[in-house]
């Protein structure tokens, strides 16, 4: 059985185990392999976003929180490894950390041999890229963005001038290799583009965004589309 696989059929088991549960042992002769690699296997089951739990002790074991489920995962090496490229490609793209978690996480329940296979294509892509933004500043823009907060930012433009200024992130946009926010400045009250790599400082407030619409940004540009993929159309752009 390939390690996908067991790793599912592990999932339904502590499903099926309930409350009750069941050792490292019973789970290791159920699959006929070491209590070691049950334990490796619950490690990544759990890392996978799985709610395993864990009751120490004897009569103790392992479960798994009711109607947690994992994703089947069934990803070539190729596959994993254009991730593994496209993150390393990309630090300065909006939520680059928690992409760089979640193609860990699916590389943690790929079968061994696919894994080592996309790991070792995967140095065979080598990336150059511009500095990024400091972690705290993306941490920063990624929360406003998703809460729909303002955002403080101490911004250096291209001419060198330095201003603090509120503003309502509604978009992050990417155009010939860099990082853009669009958001309505309170300051110059009208939206504008901010080069993501030119912001010094960024925090959070705790005040909401007045729903300004993506609309108000315009038009697009013909080649232009939103990182699902899709075609613009109705709907997708709200």
């Given at each position: 059985m390939k390690r996908v696989e067991r790793l599912h059929a592990l999932s339904e088991m502590l499903q099926r185990g309930g409350a009750r549960g069941y050792s490292?042992?019973?789970?290791?002769?159920?699959?006929?392999?070491?209590t070691r690699t049950i334990k490796r296997d619950l490690a990544?089951?759990?890392s996978s976003g799985a709610a395993v739990w864990s009751r120490p002790g004897p009569g103790g074991g392992y479960g798994l929180a009711a109607?947690?489920?994992?994703?089947?995962v069934t990803l070539s090496s190729t596959q994993a490894s254009a991730l593994l490229a496209a993150v390393a490609a990309a630090p300065?793209?909006?939520?680059?950390?928690q992409a760089a978690a979640g193609v860990q996480k699916i590389l943690d329940v790929l079968d061994p041999v696919t894994r080592g296979r996309a790991v070792e294509l995967a140095?065979?892509?080598w990336v150059n890229t511009v500095r990024a933004p400091?972690?705290?500043v993306r941490s920063a823009l990624d929360e406003a963005m998703t809460a729909q907060r303002v955002v403080r930012l101490r911004y250096r433009s291209a001419a060198d001038e330095i201003t603090d200024r509120d503003v309502e992130p509604m978009l992050f946009a990417s155009t010939n290799g860099q990082w853009y926010l669009i958001a309505w400045c309170?300051?110059?009250?009208?939206?504008?583009?901010?080069?993501?790599?030119?912001?010094?400082?960024?925090?959070?407030?705790?005040?909401?965004?007045t729903a300004h619409s993506l609309e108000e940004i315009g038009v697009p540009?013909?080649?232009a589309r939103p990182a699902h993929g899709r075609e613009w159309g109705v709907g997708s752009r709200n």
């Amino acid at each position: 059985m390939k390690r996908v696989e067991r790793l599912h059929a592990l999932s339904e088991m502590l499903q099926r185990g309930g409350a009750r549960g069941y050792s490292a042992d019973r789970l290791a002769r159920e699959f006929a392999v070491s209590t070691r690699t049950i334990k490796r296997d619950l490690a990544a089951l759990s890392s996978s976003g799985a709610a395993v739990w864990s009751r120490p002790g004897p009569g103790g074991g392992y479960g798994l929180a009711a109607g947690s489920t994992l994703p089947p995962v069934t990803l070539s090496s190729t596959q994993a490894s254009a991730l593994l490229a496209a993150v390393a490609a990309a630090p300065d793209a909006p939520y680059a950390d928690q992409a760089a978690a979640g193609v860990q996480k699916i590389l943690d329940v790929l079968d061994p041999v696919t894994r080592g296979r996309a790991v070792e294509l995967a140095g065979r892509v080598w990336v150059n890229t511009v500095r990024a933004p400091s972690r705290a500043v993306r941490s920063a823009l990624d929360e406003a963005m998703t809460a729909q907060r303002v955002v403080r930012l101490r911004y250096r433009s291209a001419a060198d001038e330095i201003t603090d200024r509120d503003v309502e992130p509604m978009l992050f946009a990417s155009t010939n290799g860099q990082w853009y926010l669009i958001a309505w400045c309170r300051l110059r009250g009208a939206i504008r583009w901010f080069a993501i790599t030119r912001v010094d400082r960024a925090s959070v407030t705790a005040q909401p965004c007045t729903a300004h619409s993506l609309e108000e940004i315009g038009v697009p540009p013909q080649q232009a589309r939103p990182a699902h993929g899709r075609e613009w159309g109705v709907g997708s752009r709200n």
